[in-house]
């Protein structure tokens, strides 16, 4: 029922910036809560940022002071805002809904922070 399409990954040295964006479709009113996870090869998802419909944020504590997690006021887009970036934040990261009826994932956005 809900479409999520990210934006924004790339290529950025440590100590950069980088901002993602999720732009989220369908049923969009029966979204309670989005958040951003990431994988690297080998490894499982984790999550790194969430938000509710009342504006609540959680961080992972690998992220947190680093990583910002937002949505318009529509609720139609949530955005990552990463700074000091690190190599261990290389990962591809996905946008999640969750509703009652079910969760919803993105496609991913490759992020890679390399010198």
């Known amino acids: 029922q809900v479409q999520l399409v990210e934006s924004g990954g790339g290529l950025v040295q440590p100590g950069g910036s980088l901002t993602l964006s999720c732009a989220a479709s369908?049923?969009?009113?029966?979204?309670?809560?989005m958040a951003w996870y990431r994988q690297a090869p080998g490894k499982q998802r984790e999550l790194v940022a969430s938000?509710?419909?009342?504006?609540?944020?959680n961080y992972a504590d690998s992220v947190k002071g680093r990583f910002t997690i937002s949505r318009d006021n529509a609720g139609n887009t949530v955005y990552l805002q990463m700074n000091s970036l690190k190599p261990e934040d290389t990962a591809v990261y996905y946008c999640?809904?969750?509703?009652?009826?079910?969760?919803?994932w993105g496609q991913g956005t490759q992020v890679t922070v390399s010198s």
């Open positions: 999640h809904s969750a509703r009652r009826q079910g969760n919803d």
């Open positions: 369908g049923s969009i009113r029966n979204i309670y809560s």
């Open positions: 938000i509710t419909s009342g504006g609540r944020t």
